[in-house]
Nanobody, 122 residues
Framework: VQLQASGGGLVQAGGSLRLSCAAS????????MGWFRQAPGKEREFVAA????????YYRDSVKGRFTGSRDNAKNTVYLQMNSLKPEDTAVYYC????????????????WGQGTQVTVSS
């Protein structure tokens, strides 16, 4: 499975961005999808996990109520709508796909996109 993330950019605090991750080369609907992020000098951290159907979604506590994950299996695409962005959300955001199971650990994901930079200015 190949994953291509897009939609990052520079935004002021309080603004919004929508990230997209397009998948190819596999049966997208069979994979749980995750979003992770990595800020400079920090470890990669979990942001959101989306079940294969999109019916179950988990978020890290710091983004609950601000970020919304979704997927469109007909378009082989997963999304992350980010509202009320804060400077601490600045990071490279990665999408990932899991063949079996799904969760909050990057070790549970088998395929990774290249990342898209999100920068939130104060």
């Amino acid at each position: 499975v190949q994953l291509q993330a897009s939609g990052g950019g520079l935004v002021q605090a309080g603004g919004s961005l929508r990230l997209s991750c397009a998948a190819s080369g596999g049966t997208f609907s069979r994979y749980a999808m995750g979003w992770f992020r990595q800020a400079p000098g920090k470890e990669r951290e979990f942001v959101a996990a989306i079940s294969w159907s999109g019916g179950s979604i988990y978020y890290r506590d710091s983004v609950k109520g601000r970020f919304t994950g979704s997927r469109d299996n007909a378009k082989n695409t997963v999304y992350l709508q980010m509202n009320s962005l804060k400077p601490e959300d600045t990071a490279v955001y990665y999408c990932a796909a899991a063949r079996t199971g799904w969760g909050t650990s990057y070790s549970e994901y088998d395929y990774w996109g290249q990342g898209t930079q999100v920068t939130v200015s104060s």
